[in-house]
């Protein structure tokens, strides 16, 4: 074909075709050509929206998927990068549009072609992209996606994001985005402990930004082992769909928008010596789905747990604790909440003095463990003059005569509600994934269907935002 000028055309038409070929990842003059051989075709769809070529520089339209997902994968330079790959392919398993973007240390771990294959669409690296930046296509990027995860997230990439750093794609994405955001942390355990990685956690859950782990488990180190594995394809992307399930879009009511709220959850763990201990079998499945459900409700959630093998729920501010003492120092500084929910299965004896070193097992002679029992953290909080909560709301779980011992116990701890359950070895409530409970107050009993776990703690917070309003607190 001829050589095409494009000096005869106004303004207007230059702009938009300017756009359109960068969009393409063309020149104006080649896409000039291919308007025209559409025409000569006359191929109205192909005028009306050419199909996308992945070229260096283009930046196609971000279409939704089959399942009107779009998501924006930031994929940092760790050695995990390699299970963003696996995270694409179940992403779009669900229906999603995924659109990755690599930082430069990334790019030492995993190729943008491999990225590219698996996606099937072309992979971003380069904020100073002069194809790319023509309409400012990092704007583009961050507002054109239902949900940015970044997978792994780097320490220094939180710091970066904690710091409001945007010196490359990534970052400038991720300070420009007004979509919710999904970490996955991924690095050594000394590094996901230090003071600087903590301080920039507790800012990122101040900023609202959702994490997901990271687990415990080896490195990639030799020897090194801990907290720091990101968490693993399928509880990434769980993680995104419950995110994606409480987001504006979906028109989730907000009952709780602008409480706060404290829930305690888990087991607690009292030393014996150095590898031996006291607990119990709560798995916190119940204390993490209430906190789940506040923050989809649109509170500010502290969760403290003790020890579990379930990941932290998102939108909420985890604090890790072991022992009964260390759970209750930790709700008094999270205090004041307008409500409480302790959810926690607390030891209620812990060792007067736990042993130093481990204790030796001597034939025909058990060692003699003294008790001291624990801090009451429910009543404790129940009973407080100043800070006490609007509502403050415990569980009982039981053996036997359940509703009674509820009620005993409600009136001893003083607090305002009781949720009770039957934890018998045959319901399979401890630990399992559905309960049945009986809400006790000082009105009478109502004992709800058995359901899940995610249903109660449901159904619990809208009777808490219920509470709240009512109470005009």
Not at 393 to 400: S, V
Not at 414 to 419: N, T, V, Y
């Amino acid at each position: 074909m001829a050589s095409i000028t494009i000096r005869g055309l106004d303004d207007a038409l230059k702009t938009r075709l300017r756009l359109r070929a960068a969009r393409s990842g063309r020149s104006m003059e080649d896409e000039a050509r291919t308007i025209l051989r559409a025409a000569a075709a006359d191929d109205v769809r192909s005028m009306a929206e050419p199909a996308p070529v992945a070229r260096a520089g283009a930046t196609p339209p971000l279409d939704a998927g089959p399942s009107g997902r779009r998501i924006l994968l930031i994929i940092g330079g760790g050695i995990a990068a390699y299970k963003s790959l696996d995270l694409i392919r179940r992403l779009k398993e669900r229906g999603a549009t995924v659109r990755c973007i690599l930082t430069a240390a990334a790019r030492e771990f995993i190729t943008p072609l491999s990225v590219g294959a698996l996606s099937g669409e072309r992979v971003f690296t380069d904020l100073f992209d002069p194809a790319s930046e023509l309409d400012v296509g990092h704007i583009r990027l961050a507002r054109g996606t239902d949900l940015v995860v970044v997978a792994p997230a780097t320490a220094d990439l939180m710091a970066k994001m904690a710091g409001g750093h945007a010196d490359d794609l990534a970052t400038a994405v991720l300070l420009a985005t007004d979509r919710r955001v999904l970490i996955a942390p991924a690095m050594n355990p000394r590094m996901w402990g230090h003071a600087a990685t903590r301080r920039n956690l507790t800012q990122l859950a101040a900023d609202r930004i959702a994490v997901v782990g990271p687990g415990t488990g080896e490195m990639a180190e030799p020897g090194e082992a801990g907290i720091g594995r990101m968490a693993e394809p399928l509880e990434i992307v769980a993680a995104a769909e419950a995110l994606l399930a409480t987001s504006p879009d979906h028109r989730v009511e907000r009952s709780l928008r602008g409480r706060r709220l404290l829930v305690t959850s888990g087991p607690t763990q009292e030393p014996i010596d150095p590898v031996r201990y006291i607990a119990n079998r709560s798995s916190g499945k119940q204390g993490h789905a209430i906190a789940a459900a506040a923050a989809a409700a649109g509170a500010e959630v502290i969760l403290v747990c003790g020890p579990v093998h379930i990941p932290d729920p998102l939108g909420v501010t985890a604090v890790k604790v072991e022992t009964a003492r260390e759970m209750r120092d930790a709700v008094e500084r999270a205090l004041p909440v307008d409500c409480a929910v302790f959810a926690a299965a607390v030891a209620d004896w812990r060792l007067a003095a736990p042993g130093r070193e481990k204790i030796k097992k001597s034939k025909g002679a058990a060692p003699t463990l003294r008790l001291v029992e624990n801090p009451d953290i429910l009543a404790e909080v129940a009973h407080r003059k100043a800070k006490r909560p609007r509502l403050v709301i415990g569980f009982a779980a039981e053996t036997e005569k359940v509703v009674a011992h509820a009620k005993d116990k409600l009136k001893r701890k003083g607090c305002d509600w009781i949720l009770a359950n039957d934890v018998s070895a045959e319901t399979g409530i401890m630990g399992g994934d559905r309960n049945r409970v009986h809400l006790i107050t000082a009105e009478g009993v109502e004992s709800w269907p058995p359901q899940s776990k995610d249903e109660v703690a449901r159904a619990l917070v809208e009777r808490i935002a219920a509470a709240l309003k009512a109470s005009g607190s």
